[in-house]
């Protein structure tokens, strides 16, 4: 299940965000697991980057596990986690990728989704899962 919480209460394809999320979460297995997808601005965004990072300034996307995937013997929580985006990033990033804002922001919520999964990119192999996840939510065409 997906829950978005628009905040900003400006991003029109909150359907389309919904949708192909939870199509990306099915692929993946997780079907059944629920993500929180919190929808901020530039503002709202480097409070939570200057609390929870300790790095001024806003990012465009952040990600909140439920567990660790490392958390031995710590038992399977329904709730994967939060992902916080910003859609004032969302929006200055879209025409340097090619694509609009909607399709960055779809971008965005499958970069955050792979995070919550566990994975990391600490260098330019570990990328691929991110890359996959991102490809695929993009093409999801609502089927």
Known sequence: MVEIL???QRF???DRLE???QALLEA????EREVTVVLLGDEAMAER???DRGVPGPTDVLSYPSSEPDDVGVPEVAHLGDVLIDLDAAARQAPEH?????????????HGLTHLRGFDH????SWEPFLDAQRRIVAWNGE
């Open 98 to 110: 090619g694509h609009g804002t909607t399709e960055e922001v779809l971008v965005l919520a499958a």
């Open 122 to 125: 600490p260098d330019a192999a």
């Open 28 to 31: 993946e297995g997780l079907g």
């Open 6 to 8: 628009g905040e900003t």
């Open 19 to 21: 949708g192909a999320l």
């Open 12 to 14: 029109p394809a909150l």
């Open 49 to 51: 980057n200057a609390a």
